[in-house]
């Protein structure tokens, strides 16, 4: 147990549905991010968020959304997938200063039909 | 662009054998390298390095970082079954703690 938490661990959806990924940590940290992991491919970061601002997109598809409402949850909206987007999606966080180690959920396993 | 290459990408041992595990890095602003574990799922982090020449040391695990040549080693001695795992190389760039990660390299311990 890292002190993430994400939800679903599992998620099948068609390529027009609309669904949320949802990201918790309970370690007082400032950062969280969102990662991707496709098969045979490195880590990709997508976005990452500093006291609930957005400070990195890293060139992501508009039809990934993030929403950080506060500083203890990171969401990740859903819609109009690809197939292609099926990957294991991984959150973080980590402290802004000081301690920079990053603890990660255990993902969601995205697949798109 | 930052970069961080591991290799090898793969590779099976018998257990009892000894692993090393290579890491090379050009990153601006660096601030720490970290090693994680990754079996099934999430990563579970494993060292964190920031200075040269200082190995760090988890049971059969033990980790260096030459700031100077721009690498690291994650070594492991003593392979057992449950070492086989994805073994992914981080860097931290910048003051957020961003982490650019390598490919991984594939480990495999056969009995």
């Known amino acids: 147990e890292t002190g993430v938490t994400q939800t679903p661990r599992h998620l099948v959806m068609g390529m027009t549905n609309k669904k949320s990924l949802k990201c918790e940590q309970h370690?007082?940290?400032?950062?969280m991010y969102w990662y991707k992991q496709s098969a045979k491919k490195p880590l990709e970061l997508m976005f990452v968020?500093?006291?609930?601002?957005?400070?990195e997109n890293n060139s992501v598809p508009s039809r990934f959304s993030p929403e950080c409402p506060n500083s203890s949850h990171l969401f990740l909206h859903l819609h109009t997938l690809q197939p292609e987007d099926s990957a294991l999606y991984l959150c973080?966080?980590?402290?802004?200063?000081?301690?920079?180690?990053?603890?990660f959920g255990q993902g969601t396993r995205l697949t798109v039909v | 662009e930052d970069k961080v290459v591991q290799s090898p990408l793969s590779l099976v041992v018998h257990e009892g054998d000894t692993v090393t595990l290579n890491c090379s890095y050009e990153?601006?602003?660096?601030?720490?390298l970290l090693w994680y574990k990754q079996e099934k799922k999430a990563p579970t982090f494993l060292f964190m390095l920031?200075?040269?020449?200082i190995e760090k040391k988890s049971g059969r695990l033990s980790s260096i970082l030459d700031k100077k040549e721009l690498f690291s080693i994650l070594n492991i001695t003593a392979t057992q079954t449950g070492d086989s795992a994805v073994y992914l190389c981080?860097?931290?760039?910048?003051?957020?703690?961003?982490?650019?990660f390598g490919a991984g390299t594939q480990v495999v311990v056969t009995p």
């Open positions: 973080a966080s980590s402290q802004d200063e000081g301690d920079t180690e990053a603890f």
């Open positions: 370690l007082g940290h400032n950062a």
């Open positions: 968020y500093n006291f609930k601002e957005q400070t």
């Open positions: 990153v601006t602003n660096f601030r720490s």
């Open positions: 920031t200075s040269s020449g």
């Open positions: 981080a860097v931290e760039i910048g003051s957020w703690g961003k982490l650019q």
